[in-house]
Structures are given as C-alpha cells and as structure tokens.
C-alpha cells in the first residue's frame, strides 16, 4: 500500500450503484483510514452538503454523466456556495474526453477532470494520487494544461 494522508473524508456522487460498489471495494483495498459517503444523484448531493448537522467532505468525487441534474448542473451548484469553494472536486466522465468538456468542467470550477478507470488497478492509483495531492497548492496554481489527471 502506498502512504497516503488519513482521515480523508471522501463523498462519491454517482448514479451507477456498480461504480458505487466498486469505488467502495477500492477504498477498502488501500485500506484508507478515511470515511466514504455516497449520494446516487445530484440532488441528494446537495441536500447531503445542506445539512448543518453532517461533516463538510475534504474531497468530492463527481460523475458527470448523472440523471435528474447532471454533474456539471450539481457542480455548478456546490460552486456557488462559498462554504464548498476550498473542497477539490474530482470530475469523472465515463467516456472519451473532448477539449469542449474539459474546459467547461474546468471552467465550472472543478479540480481535476478523470475518465472513469476501467480496470480495479488504474481505480486504486487514481484515488491515491487524489489524496495525495496538496488541493491547498492546487487551487493556487490551477490551470487547464494540467487539468486532466492521467495514471
């Protein structure tokens, strides 16, 4: 297992209970000290960060491809609100990437744009390197060229 920082309170967002299951079958792999909540859509996402009396994630991972408000419509909202403007938020399409979604995700305010791993492994390395990363210098230094996170 690779060192990463603990205690990481992590929300996935994403309609596919499969992808839920598999994100969670990830976490538990790397052996994480860090609590994981889901939401299946945007709209429960939103109200899980408008409840006062629940812990503010430290990390979001975001599908973009959702029904009911898409994830760029759910980004959008959670960027409007400055009580979430310092917590990263990991887009994740599960399709090709296109120069158009890229820059509006990114432009939309989100930290990292991903496409969905396939295999279990290219999973793992990714969280990892998510919560490895300094958001603090991130937000700082954020541009459109190293936007895209690859493994």
């Given at each position: ?27 538990a792999?790397?052996?994480?000290n860090s ?18 009396n629940?812990?503010i994630?430290?990390?979001?991972f ?6 009911i ?17 310092n917590?990263?938020?990991?887009a994740?399409y ?18 990292v ?9 290219d ?19 954020a541009?459109i ?7």
């Amino acid at each position: 297992m690779m060192k990463t920082k603990e205690n990481v309170r992590i929300l996935c967002t994403d309609d596919d209970e499969d992808d839920r299951e598999f994100f969670a079958q990830a976490i538990a792999d790397l052996h994480l000290n860090s609590p994981v909540e889901f939401c299946k859509n945007g709209p429960e996402l939103l109200a899980r960060l408008g409840d006062k009396n629940t812990d503010i994630p430290d990390i979001i991972f975001l599908d973009l491809n959702m029904p009911i408000l898409s994830g760029l419509e759910t980004l959008q909202k959670i960027r409007e609100d400055d009580r979430f403007k310092n917590i990263p938020i990991i887009a994740i399409y599960s399709t090709s990437t296109t120069i158009d979604k890229v820059r509006n995700t990114f432009g939309l305010g989100a930290n990292v744009y991903i496409v969905k791993p396939i295999s279990f492994g290219d999973l793992k390395k990714i969280i990892v390197k998510v919560i490895e990363t300094d958001w603090k210098k991130n937000f700082q230094d954020a541009k459109i060229e190293s936007f895209v996170l690859t493994i």
